[in-house]
């Protein structure tokens, strides 16, 4: 909470002490001054794609230009040259797996947030099945741009992330990582995929796209069967 009222600040800092209060400069010009010594805009973990975002949107840009070329969409997509990588999760892309389960809210279905302790213990877990996705096309390498996590039951494994960025909506990569999703599942001698979908603020457009895979919704309708 910032406020040029003393005031107002012993208001925030008095009756709810868990608010962080920034004490404010007189002279308004030097609020940007104050703010940034406050420490709550530092960042706590920089990702390699953090330090390729401007890269990211240069390209994207690019991709725009060539898809207004095409009448056909599925040509559009057969001329960027797409190269997928899917793996187990591992301890190197550790930050940018969190950072992208805390921020992505369009394609989430399960909307579950997470840390870097929880991550580091799931991907080396017997019980789990965790798989990142990369994605790179002749415009350049999109980085980590989705992960798809379960929890194993006996024969059954429960989806509890499914996230993609954004960057790549549309491309069809969700596809390609359930179906390496399933295979590892196959290999576990797991007979059933359940899935959920938490219904945010964003991820509307998520709505029905079990079905779209296959799944059958259960007769409480709480969750899909695959």
Known sequence: FADDNPAERHMISSTLPSVGVIKMAQNPSDYALML??????ETVSLSNDDTNRVRFYIED??????KSSFSDY???LKSLAMKGKIYQADSDSLARTVQLLNK???????????????????????KHILLSGKLSDKFGDNGLVSIIGGEINEDEIKI????????VFGREFEFAMFENFLEKAKNRDIKKVIGFFCEGAKN???????EK?????????????F
């Open 74 to 76: 599925g040509e559009y």
């Open 213 to 225: 895979l296959g799944f059958q919704k259960s007769e409480n309708g709480e969750f899909w069967l």
């Open 204 to 210: 509307q457009i998520l709505d029905g796209f079990y």
């Open 160 to 167: 509890i992330w499914w996230v993609m960025s954004c960057r």
């Open 61 to 66: 840009k690019k991709r725009e230009e060539v």
């Open 104 to 126: 992505t809210n369009q394609f989430n279905m399960t909307m579950r947030r997470t840390d870097e302790g929880e991550i580091a213990d799931i991907s080396k877990s017997k």
């Open 36 to 41: 940034g010594r406050s420490g709550f805009f």
